[in-house]
T-cell receptor, first 117, second 112 residues
Framework: NAGVMQNPRHLVRRRGQEARLRCSPM?????VYWYRQLPEEGLKFMVY????????ESGMPKERFSAEFPKEGPSILRIQQVVRGDSAAYFC???????????????FGAGTRLSVL | KQEVTQIPAALSVPEGENLVLNCSFT??????LQWFRQDPGKGLTSLLL?????REQTSGRLNASLDKSSGRSTLYIAASQPGDSATYLC???????????FGTGTQLKVEL
């Protein structure tokens, strides 16, 4: 059973370009979470999705950022018109259905490191 | 505002020593507390999950405790080894357990 897969591992974009980060959850997992780790800072929650639904996006910046988790395929975190301040490691996590609340354990991918030039 | 604090920020110990990492949190509406390790340039590996109704969890040389009343959790590592060198993160699960609030970590170095 493969773990949470994120690609690409490293992504370089110039200011103003778009960045697309992909996350394939563990097999059987229907819940996906995105976190961001800025340089010298801790991980910060961004968004929680279930298949075709955004459940909690309280950590998403108001502009330029969006996330989706379609019925088929990976979850995508999309950053439009990137700026230097978007440079960070973006981590995806997944959890299985039926382990909500206190039992919810999140499994993390290796992350995508975005560098904006 | 939820805050999670980890002390110390860095720790260096000789191999074989037992050690304790500390984590404190402010949100009393905690669903669980999760400990991770993060190796440089890598993702997070889940170590232990303590549900809000539990007091501790053990896995091998690791033991984690949770005290909701004082807002504290500790991770105890017995007989430390060089392979334990990593950054250890604690994360408080809130928002129905779906949202993790992370501390800034304790960077551990175990020396030969």
């Amino acid at each position: 059973n493969a773990g949470v897969m994120q690609n690409p591992r490293h992504l370089v974009r110039r200011r103003g370009q778009e960045a697309r980060l992909r996350c394939s959850p563990m097999k059987g997992h229907s819940h996906v979470y995105w976190y961001r780790q800025l340089p010298e800072e801790g991980l910060k929650f961004m968004v929680y999705l279930q298949k075709e639904n955004i459940i909690d996006e309280s950590g998403m910046p108001k502009e330029r950022f969006s996330a989706e988790f379609p019925k088929e395929g990976p979850s995508i975190l999309r950053i439009q018109q990137v700026v230097r301040g978007d440079s960070a490691a973006y981590f995806c996590a997944s959890s299985p259905p039926g382990l909500e609340g206190p039992k919810n354990i999140q499994y993390f991918g290796a992350g995508t490191r975005l560098s904006v030039l | 505002k939820q805050e999670v604090t980890q002390i110390p920020a860095a720790l260096s110990v000789p191999e074989g020593e037992n050690l304790v990492l500390n984590c404190s949190f402010t949100d009393s509406a905690i669903y669980n507390l999760q400990w991770f390790r993060q190796d440089p340039g890598k993702g997070l590996t889940s170590l232990l999950l303590i549900q809000s109704s539990q007091r501790e969890q053990t896995s091998g040389r690791l033991n984690a405790s949770l005290d909701k009343s004082s807002g504290r959790s500790t991770l105890y590592i017995a007989a430390s080894q060089p392979g334990d060198s990593a950054t250890y993160l604690c994360a408080e699960g809130t928002g129905g357990g779906n949202k993790l609030t992370f501390g800034t970590g304790t960077q551990l170095k175990v020396e030969l």
